[in-house]
Nanobody, 120 residues
Framework: VQLQASGGGLVQPGGSLRISCAASRSIFSINTMGWYRQAPGKQREFVATITSGGSTYYAESVKGRFTISRNNARNTVDLQMNSLKPEDTAVYFC???????????????WGQGTLVTVSS
């Protein structure tokens, strides 16, 4: 199972950015998909997650500013980030809880991360 994140970059405070993550098309099934982030010198933290049914959950620090969405047919998850702040600067990682095949149980799979820098 491979997850490929894209869309990171440099954005000014108050700006917007959309990052995406695509999982292998050959995955048997995907339960939840989500985003985590890790700022320099800090531990990785939860940002947002979305279930296969579309229920969403957000960290308090991003509620009202970030929106997570997914396309089940394409095995993709996006994170729309608005009103960005310098403290949102981090490497953003996508995660999928999935079954690689009909013969395996659910495991967590991680993407390689995409850097988001919020700075003027």
């Amino acid at each position: 199972v491979q997850l490929q994140a894209s869309g990171g970059g440099l954005v000014q405070p108050g700006g917007s950015l959309r990052i995406s993550c695509a999982a292998s098309r050959s995955i048997f099934s995907i339960n939840t998909m989500g985003w985590y982030r890790q700022a320099p010198g800090k531990q990785r933290e939860f940002v947002a997650t979305i279930t296969s049914g579309g229920s969403t959950y957000y960290a308090e620090s991003v509620k009202g500013r970030f929106t997570i969405s997914r396309n089940n047919a394409r095995n993709t998850v996006d994170l729309q980030m608005n009103s960005l702040k310098p403290e949102d600067t981090a490497v953003y990682f996508c995660k999928a809880r999935a079954r690689a095949s009909a013969y395996t149980g659910e495991l967590d799979y991680w993407g390689q991360g995409t850097l988001v820098t919020v700075s003027s």
